[in-house]
């Protein structure tokens, strides 16, 4: 049985999916969304703006959220719906402005469980590449910002990096394409610049 998981993966063409964090906030969304955050697997060949799409389309009367911070209580029991979209797409930190609301897109990035195989030379690159984004439970990505008074001279003196690691209820992918982030971590450092 194995030895036919292994053939597949060896001799099929492969994408690797972009992954997707969603956050929805406000008392108008469904018990079981209400609050929540998850971590989504796109279709095959999605990219940002069709996945921004279909979830807009999905809850009409979402509004994007125009900040990445996590929202304080006041939007938490808020009578509306918050939509709040995060983004893997490689190490980029994107921006993209939709009428009045300012959507904040973050790289989420796969962290991988089963590093002992990715660390093999032996192991063929198909077989690393399934590995990176297959039975995965933990995502990151990370927020750049300006701890105390920016530098004119040097803007990267006050430059900080907030990491956010998310852990998720179960693997992606699974039984569904979605699951919700059961819990998140959150470091910051400095952001070191060496003067060649």
Not at 105 to 125: E, K, S
Not at 175 to 181: L, T
Request: charged share 30%.
């Amino acid at each position: 049985m194995e030895a036919t998981y292994y053939d597949n993966i060896m001799e099929q063409q492969r994408l690797e999916p972009e992954f997707f964090r969603v956050g929805f906030y406000g008392r108008k969304f469904p018990f079981f969304l209400r609050n929540k955050e998850y971590v989504c697997r796109g279709h095959d060949y999605e990219r940002l703006e069709a996945f921004q799409q279909r979830m807009l389309s999905e809850f009409p009367q979402a509004i994007a959220m125009q900040h990445p911070n996590h929202p304080d209580d006041s939007i938490l029991q808020c009578d509306a719906q918050f939509v709040e979209l995060l983004y893997n797409c490689g190490s980029e930190f994107l921006s993209s402005h939709w009428r009045c609301a300012d959507l904040q897109i973050y790289a989420v990035t796969p962290i991988p469980d089963n590093i002992d195989v990715l660390q093999m030379d032996r192991v063929p690159d198909r077989i690393k590449s399934f590995y990176r984004v297959n039975n995965i439970r933990k995502f990151r990505y990370d927020r750049p910002f300006h701890k105390g008074p920016k530098d004119k001279d040097n803007e990267f003196k006050s430059l900080w990096i907030e990491r956010t690691t998310l852990t998720l209820t179960h693997s992606l992918p699974g039984i569904s394409r979605w699951f919700e982030v059961e819990r998140r971590e959150l470091v910051t450092f400095i952001v070191l610049i060496a003067e060649v």
